[in-house]
């Protein structure tokens, strides 16, 4: 059957709603009105199943479509476009949309070359998307499907990350998965398997499966582990558990340290880094974009790499070619005190089959700082920058993965929060040469497994963009090392000593739950750091068990004064940290 026919059999599904489409070198477009949100990502999904469909377009609205806030929205960029096209702000050969971790791991892979390249990013500092809101895992690439552009670029990329972290001197600790086989991982088969045969199958079949599975994506020392085995890697794994498969690959990270150091080692390597810059439009020559237009003036270019997470679509609709469209995935974290630490060795999954769609299935993992994570979930949302999380959430969460774990102590959380995932239709990474832009890569979709992909992603991204004609010609002085932050954690006291005597500031604690001294801070600030929340990611003031309450207003005078702006001008992200002007002096 024809691409079109399978299209049709697809939307005929859905009889009360007169849906149509039209198809243009293998992306789809939809069109028509549903009732429902839901009803929409359905029919988007089902159509991004089909084979050889590239991309999903959906235009198709549903009732509370918003279409009074995106044409606000539209009509803000075209002022701003206007107001900025006429003044340059720079020239390049290529310039990346997008600041998060496979924007800034492009822009490092490409600061090997003689070329000059710029980074956008519309956020106060980099990393604030998706990339500040995951779980940190890096996943050994058993899980994506084969025949994906995530299966390939996942396996590649989680090999690569030693090297990252060595270069880069971000941590990175290589803990292992445990994947728990449990009485409830065919719970939805059970009736179909006399009792012996359902324990025969979870004890000594399913487990060979899975191994066998990622043998095929290629993915090698699996091994399966059952009895006393189990408790003595995971001494509080559920105590049910029938077997386990264990996955030595899996590693774990601080995501926006990750591209925080990306971006500081592209930076010293001759990219220049543009944070609070958003891209409103571009400025074109037939098929070719010529300049990215932006609120602090249009940066001319040869190139252009769309790494914009949530908001890719957008841009490839800007730049005039929509190939997908991003519908967000909220998934939601619970976080830890350090003192459960103990209680995880590896990162922790049970098993269940059919797994939940559209998702991993998230599980619990210990952080490169000590604490413990659970989730993420994953629930399709309107907004794309919908991080919110009510109290439902929080016990779903602490309800479905209570069964990994037994003893554990629940009640030691003490941060929860959320981040969208980029998910396009088709549910794979595209990274290819738009189709009707000729100077335009996309590098869009990247949900997980896109951390433990990036380093890989970036790669291939250069390549991709050496086919479409960039010259590579590579720098004798490229230096891939960054020196990490200080931190009065990692010190010899001697070491301490020294510094005190130099810079009185390092004596001055001013997060006391992550022992982080002034003089980090002020560093943080020399290397970029313009918001509370960006001093936050470089030195985790404010992310122990208080969570900021003591020490927040002590980094925003510190801010106040290292940046020369009135304390009422601290931003903790992207909006004041206070109504109105505070003194000084009360704090």
């Known amino acids: 059957m024809k691409l079109e026919g399978k299209v049709r059999k697809v939307l005929d599904k859905y009889p009360g709603y007169n849906l149509s489409y039209e198809i243009r070198d293998g992306v789809v477009f939809l069109y028509g009105r549903v009732r429902s949100y839901e009803e929409w990502v359905e029919v988007g999904l089902e159509v991004g199943k089909i084979k050889g469909v590239e991309g999903v377009v959906n235009k198709i609205v549903w009732d509370g479509y918003p279409a009074k806030k995106l044409e606000e929205r539209g009509e803000r960029r075209r002022k701003i476009f206007e107001e900025s096209k006429g003044k340059v702000a720079g020239s390049y050969d290529v310039v990346i949309i997008g600041g998060g971790v496979v924007g800034t791991a492009i822009a490092r892979e490409l600061s090997r070359y003689q070329l000059r390249t710029a980074l956008l990013e519309k956020a106060p500092d980099v990393a604030t998307g998706a990339t500040k809101a995951n779980n940190g895992m890096i996943h050994a690439g058993v899980e994506p499907p084969r025949g994906t552009l995530k299966r390939k670029l996942n396996v590649k990329g989680c090999r690569m990350y030693e090297r990252w972290a060595h270069e880069l001197n971000f941590k990175y600790r290589r803990v292992g998965s445990l994947w728990l086989i449990t009485p409830r991982t065919l719970e939805k088969f059970r009736r179909f398997l006399p009792g012996p045969l359902y324990a025969l199958m979870l004890k000594y079949v399913l487990p060979y499966v899975v191994v066998l599975k990622g043998f095929i994506n290629g993915v090698r020392g699996l091994r399966v582990v059952r009895g006393r085995k189990i408790f003595e890697m995971e001494p509080h794994a559920a105590r049910d558990a029938l077997a386990a498969v264990y996955v030595p690959w899996t590693g774990i990270v601080d995501p926006y340290e990750v591209a925080i150091a990306l971006a500081e080692n592209a930076a010293a390597n001759g990219v220049d880094i543009y944070t609070s810059t958003e891209v409103v439009g571009f400025l074109k020559e037939g098929d070719a974009v010529k300049g990215v237009v932006t609120n602090r003036g249009t940066f001319l270019c040869k190139y252009v790499v769309n790494a914009a997470g949530v908001y890719a679509d957008e841009i490839a609709e800007m730049a005039g070619s929509l190939e997908y469209t991003i519908h967000p995935r909220k998934g939601v974290i619970v976080l830890f005190h350090q003192s459960t630490g103990s209680y995880v060795r590896h990162c922790l999954a049970e098993i269940i089959l059919p797994p939940p769609p559209r998702t991993k299935g998230g599980g619990i993992n210990p952080t490169v700082h000590g604490n413990v994570m ?125 510094l005190i005597g130099r810079d009185p500031k390092w004596g001055h604690v001013v997060c006391e739950c992550e022992a982080v001294t002034e003089a980090e801070i002020v560093e943080a600030v020399r290397r970029g750091a313009r918001t509370v929340d960006a001093v936050k990611r470089r030195t985790r003031a404010g992310m122990g068990e208080c969570q900021g309450a003591r020490c927040l207003i002590k980094v925003a005078v510190i801010l106040s004064r290292e940046l020369g702006v009135p304390l009422s001008e601290v931003l903790k992200e992207e909006a004041p940290l206070f109504d109105g002007y505070v003194r000084g002096e009360a704090w």
């Open 374 to 498: 659970w989730g993420p979930t994953a629930v399709e949302v309107q907004d794309k920058e919908d991080v919110s999380v009510d109290p439902e959430e929080v016990q779903l969460v602490l309800t479905k993965y209570s069964t990994i774990l037994s003893g554990f102590p629940k009640d030691r959380v003490i941060r929860y929060f959320a981040g969208v995932r980029a998910a396009t239709f088709t549910e794979d990474f595209v990274i290819r040469p738009a189709k009707w832009v000729r100077n335009l890569l996309h590098v869009a979709g990247i949900q997980s497994p896109g951390l433990a992909s990036a380093p890989a992603i970036a790669e291939y991204a250069v390549q991709k963009l050496k086919g479409m004609g960039l010259e590579l010609r590579e720098k004798p002085d490229f230096n891939p090392f960054r020196v990490p932050m200080p931190s009065l954690r990692e010190m010899e006291l001697e070491e301490l000593k020294e």
